[in-house]
């Protein structure tokens, strides 16, 4: 029974785990975990693709584009010998972020509500817009990006369960776990010297 499963939705399947090493590798701060989100980012393009859901397909792309950016930054301090060390932001800092998240997915909504078939437009890309916002703070080190992802992958499992992907369903519900164990871990490692906002 398992086996049909795998070889039905094998692709999700795949996506699925590689996207739970990903996040494994990320609350350990290994930069393996870039590798991992750049298969699982691959895999979700199509899958998202022909789920309908175009925001979330495109947002693959970025995902790919910033598993580089990200490996090269930690790859920089590794190479020095020096621990990217993790961070936090002023609240002026989150201001902007959300208000630009809310604005660009206000802005995303209506044009795919307008030009395309995408089913939740205004959902699809309030969750896409703060995925990029999120991923760009976990390539920084900034604290507070697993808080981002916890609401972002909170909104997400409803909209992945209504286009029947269960196995990503499942996968952000076992996110929101991992999410808070990641936060309690980059908070701990936190050095003195982080403390400080930027």
């Known amino acids: 029974m398992i086996f049909d499963i795998i070889d039905q939705y094998w692709m999700e399947f795949l996506a699925v785990v590689s996207a739970i090493v990903y996040l494994l590798l990320a609350v350990r701060q290994d930069i393996r975990c870039w590798f991992a989100a750049i298969l699982s980012s691959f895999l979700y393009f199509f899958i998202m693709f022909s789920a309908d859901l175009y925001m979330e397909a495109g947002l693959q792309i970025f995902y790919i584009l910033m598993a580089v950016y990200g490996w090269s930054q930690w790859r920089e301090e590794s ?54 916002i999120a991923t ?26 209504s286009r029947g992907l269960v196995l990503t369903s499942i996968l952000f519900f076992i996110y929101l776990i991992i999410i808070y164990f990641g936060y309690k871990s980059w908070a701990r490692i936190k050095d003195n010297g982080s403390t400080k906002p930027i």
């Open 79 to 132: 190479t020095a010998n020096i621990k990217l060390s993790v961070k936090t932001w002023k609240p002026i800092n989150h201001l902007f972020a959300i208000s630009s998240i809310l604005l660009l997915a206000l802005a995303s909504g209506l044009v795919l509500e307008k030009f395309t078939n995408a089913v939740f437009p205004f959902i699809d890309a309030l969750t896409t817009w703060g995925a990029i």
């Open 136 to 161: 760009y703070m976990v390539a920084k080190k900034l604290l507070e990006n697993w808080i981002y992802w916890f609401v972002i992958d909170s909104i997400s499992i409803f909209l992945f369960m």
